[in-house]
């Protein structure tokens, strides 16, 4: 059985006849392949992945697993459609709390289309990825069994400031997150989530030191998303929090290069992180 | 007694009439005010630079230092004009071997003026800072006695690739640097002068722990020297090797934000020279 996803927060999404991502109830993630040649990039991309032994363990645990294509239905009913078929990285949660960051103040690579950069230019300028080195694209924080999910809505994240951005981290993390921005967030959770061994914090230092030395990919618009389990870790279990990169579809060949677009994004993703 | 300094390799030179910086015998580098906001800015970072008391010690020795500012007689003699007073950083090197940086991939700053962004966005993609995060401004290799320096021409710096700097970072390091292109440099100096614990690699590695960290300045355009003296290193003795960072005509300030262009940029030069 095949269902439109509860917990996406950016990104295509399968609803008003539109074509988005599916999911079983075995854990995988249908994302449908994208006609232009960003669908193939992505397939190309997750098939050198797998496949590369260069890529340690201890990294290949933040990237959903593949398993390879699919033709499906498509989410809008019109007919088979080839589909990436990927781990869902959120099937293991009840009420996930997700924020996706996408890292780097350039979500265009030196070789596109002097129309794709010019596009992709205005929005860097636009949205804080310019100034800080990411952006927030997208996010859900539960609240309560009462209160549900905080959800933003696409067009407030899109206008966010570097000022809001460090609100949004701390609301991220907080006892007391709603949507009204008059309350100030407790950061309740900050020390359990975003620190200690096993924290968000941690997770990201590990993926710096990789980006610090890996040459074989450049991940241009790819995001971050960090997800954790507010109910678990508000009843003293663990918090579940999770580092995972998703979006694919803009990787070019590292050539022997570091990606020191996206390092310098993560870096500064890190610094506001551990602030908090 | 001023005089136009022996060891220039980029930047504005007093030659053909041009005013450009001028040395005493005393280790005062006089680097004559730009007219434009860059001379008032440049002078606005030292003085700040100066004054800050967050800026560790260990930080201020990769800064020349400051004596304020001039009136001195132009080299072109044009008359009186404002010069920065700065430590003359190659003054106690008898034949240094000097390599100035371009670090990030990106020379402006968001505020910057749209006529300003285009101009430099044009350089940084056709030199090597869009792709590699830095660009060699210039540089000039000590020989021996009988050969003097290798120090190629702006033109040919200009339109390094990404191969020719990673061929010319192993050059400045050889002992059998020269002008022909066929010899396969031989890196005997590596181990001395990129190395050790107070070898260039070190020294670029407490200074991009210190970009990691530090929010209050965002260099844009800045340069890493790197200076060593090859004849002090072929006899046994310390190689000198020294990294300082100029040019600050373009800095902004942090604004609680890390300065990720020059930090990813930084990151991309320690790679490749810890490569050699």
Chains 1, 2 share one sequence.
């Not at 854990?27 to 392949?33: A, S, T, V």
Request: glycine share 8%.
């Amino acid at each position: 059985m095949l269902k439109v996803p509860d917990h996406q927060v950016a990104g295509h999404q399968a609803c008003d006849g539109m074509v988005g991502p599916l999911v079983d109830d075995s854990g995988h993630f249908y994302k449908p392949l994208q006609n232009d040649e960003r669908g193939s990039a992505e397939v190309a991309f997750y098939t050198s992945f797998s496949s590369n032994n260069k890529i340690p363990n201890h990294i290949r645990r933040f990237f959903p697993l593949f398993h390879g294509t699919q033709l499906i239905e498509a989410s809008d009913g019109s007919g088979l459609h080839p589909h990436l078929v990927l781990q869902d990285v959120v099937s293991s949660y009840h009420n996930p709390s997700i924020m996706d960051i996408k890292i780097g103040s350039r979500t265009w690579y030196p070789e596109a289309s002097d129309e794709y950069i010019q596009k992709c230019f205005k929005k860097d300028r636009e949205s804080t990825s310019l100034a800080l080195g990411f952006r927030i694209s997208g996010l859900q924080v539960h609240g309560s069994k009462e209160s549900g999910f905080w959800k933003p809505d696409k067009k407030l994240i899109k206008n966010f400031t570097a000022k809001d951005v460090r609100l949004v981290l701390r609301k991220f993390v907080s006892s007391n997150t709603s949507a009204d921005s008059g309350v100030d967030p407790d950061c309740f959770f900050a020390s359990t989530v975003y620190g200690g061994s096993a924290g968000i914090l941690a997770q990201l230092l590990e993926l710096k030191a990789w980006f610090e030395d890996q040459t074989i990919f450049h991940l241009y618009s790819c995001s971050v998303l960090m997800i954790y389990d507010k109910d678990s870790v508000s009843k003293g279990r663990s918090s579940g929090a999770e580092v995972k990169l998703v979006d694919f579809a803009h990787v070019v060949e590292g050539k022997g290069i570091i990606d020191h677009n996206f390092l310098g994004g993560l870096c500064s993703l890190i610094k506001f992180i551990s602030e908090i």
